[in-house]
């Protein structure tokens, strides 16, 4: 039942998160958005309360441990608990190790690992003060299937899931842990790739199969309509047409 719920989601200003925090209150969820940037927050605010739904905002930066503790802070200043933080907030800077962007590999080492962790130790004493509560991750199909070009993004997003699958075994009981693995997702990620061949290639192979934030966004619905003695561990999901 997702009607109620106090839902935080990172990376809400765009893509994933964007549309997850739309599906989501427009199923009559409480959502509470983080990102970086304040435009992209306002902007989404509106449209949610615009069409009947509720909705605050803080500018976070996951890879800030106080940032992930001020926006669990605002859902409980807003709403008065927690029920599940989505943490989907991701860097996609990939590219050849030759390229040696060892910055970009920082980045997605703070945002994608760190960005989970900071959020588990931000709520985790929440969710065990009320003895529940749900932590879904955003991790990638790429998890599983390390291609040329994307390795350090790829061996994120296994940490992610690494992370998730034991922190559901120790939290079993009380708090439910699950797993998003999209695929190709048409979303704004290929925009901060730096390597301009493999930009196009990206572009390219989205324009045949990337699917639709949307898509995404029902899957987490899916996870949160599962009766309270359910836990969907993982749900991985692909366009038909990706191989
Ligand atoms: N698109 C795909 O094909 C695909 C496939 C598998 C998995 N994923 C995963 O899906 C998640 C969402 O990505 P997307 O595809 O929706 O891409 P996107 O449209 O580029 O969205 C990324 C989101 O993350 C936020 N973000 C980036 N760095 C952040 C930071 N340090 N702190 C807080 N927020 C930060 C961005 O907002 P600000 O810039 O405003 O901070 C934005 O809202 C990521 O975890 C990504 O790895 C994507």
Not at 15 to 24: K, P, Q, S, W, Y
Not at 25 to 51: F, N, P, Q, S
Not at 81 to 101: K, T
Request: include cysteine.
């Amino acid at each position: 039942m997702i009607s109620g719920q106090v839902i935080a989601i990172t990376g809400a200003s765009s893509g994933i998160g964007r549309a997850t925090a739309l599906c989501l209150a427009e199923c009559g969820a409480k959502v509470v958005l983080g990102a970086r940037h304040e435009d992209g927050l306002a902007r989404l605010k509106e449209e949610i309360t615009a069409a009947g739904g509720q909705a605050v905002y803080r500018v976070t930066d996951v890879s800030r441990r106080e940032d992930l503790q001020s926006l669990v802070g605002l859902a409980q200043q807003s709403f008065g608990r927690l029920d599940v933080l989505f943490s989907n907030a991701g860097a996609m800077p990939i590219g050849p190790f030759d390229d040696l962007a060892v910055d970009d590999w920082e980045t997605m080492v703070d945002v994608n690992i760190k960005g989970v962790l900071f959020g588990i130790a931000a709520a985790l004493p929440v969710f065990r003060r009320q003895d529940s509560g749900h932590f879904i991750h955003t991790a990638s199909a790429a998890a599983r299937k390390t291609v040329p070009n994307q390795v350090v993004y790829a061996a994120t997003k296994a940490a992610v899931l690494a992370i998730s699958d034991g922190l559901r075994q120790e939290l079993a009981g009380h708090i439910r842990v699950s797993t998003i693995l999209p695929g190709f997702t048409d979303t704004a990620f290929s925009e901060h790739v730096r390597n301009p061949e493999l930009k196009e290639q990206l572009q390219k192979a989205g324009a045949k199969f990337a699917m639709s934030p949307e898509a995404v966004a029902r899957a987490v619905a899916y996870v949160l309509e599962q009766p309270e003695g359910v836990n969907i561990g993982e749900v991985t999901l692909r366009s038909k047409a990706q191989p």
